[in-house]
């Protein structure tokens, strides 16, 4: 069976920091991967997805950038945080076919200060 | 792009009634309507979804209804229980091979069910 885990759970960094963000996925190949993030009590936006490895397409324009360095991990970074960085970050997977049954992994809670 | 209303925000409900949560989508191409359940500080998980080729799907006490002529689908849980208290998320998409198969959200609905 299909697994996806994320790490850390949760983190708190200081205002300008770098982040990396790490989802690995077991059981499955070639999937589609997501990254959204979910505000306190909103919904999800989603950031960045990708259908292979080395390629990534971005959502919304923002601090934070992806890569896909192997077929099941993708990687969420940015250089330097800013507050509005902070939220509840999800990866997710697809098997990439033609069917769009989306699995989220547990998060990463990220607390910018 | 395709645009996702959700409601109500909050439902609250006794134990042992149903709950109803609508959503309407924008883009007629949208074909696959997938449910989530989100609980405190989890990712959310799946829970049922539907086609564009059938108009009610149905797993024990959860149901969904999709009218695509209005662009409107609904989740239906009957006989709730405590542990149906969490936040429900509609989406939808258009299933297209090679087109990244991204969802697009609504809002999410607290259902809180009441002892």
């Known amino acids: 069976s299909q697994t996806i885990h994320q790490w850390p759970a949760t983190l708190v960094q200081p205002v300008g920091s770098p982040l990396s963000l790490e989802c690995t996925v077991e059981?499955?190949?070639?999937?589609?991967l997501y990254w959204y993030r979910q505000a306190a009590g909103r919904g999800l936006q989603l950031l960045f997805y990708s259908v292979g490895i080395g390629q990534i397409s971005s959502e919304v324009p923002q601090n934070l950038s992806a890569s896909r360095p192997q077929d099941r991990q993708f990687i969420l970074s940015s250089k330097k945080l800013l507050l509005s960085d902070s939220g509840f970050y999800l990866c997710?997977?697809?098997?990439?076919?033609?069917?769009?049954?989306?699995?989220f992994g547990p998060g990463t809670r990220l607390t910018v200060l | 792009g395709e645009n996702v209303e959700q409601h109500p925000s909050t439902l609250s409900v006794q134990e042992g009634d149903s709950a109803v949560i609508k959503c309407t989508y924008s883009?007629?191409?949208?074909?696959?309507f997938p449910w989530y359940k989100q609980e405190l500080g989890k990712g959310p998980q799946l829970i049922i979804d539907i086609r564009s080729n059938v108009g009610e799907k149905k797993d024990q006490r959860i149901a969904v209804t999709l009218n695509k002529t209005a662009k409107h689908f609904s989740l239906h849980i009957t006989e709730t229980q405590p542990e149906d208290s969490a936040v429900y998320f509609c989406a939808a998409s258009d299933e297209v091979t090679g087109g990244g198969n991204k969802l697009t959200f609504g809002t999410g609905t607290q259902l809180k069910v009441e002892l």
């Open positions: 883009d007629s191409a949208s074909n696959y």
């Open positions: 059981g499955t190949s070639n999937p589609n």
């Open positions: 997710a997977w697809t098997s990439g076919g033609l069917y769009n049954e989306q699995f």
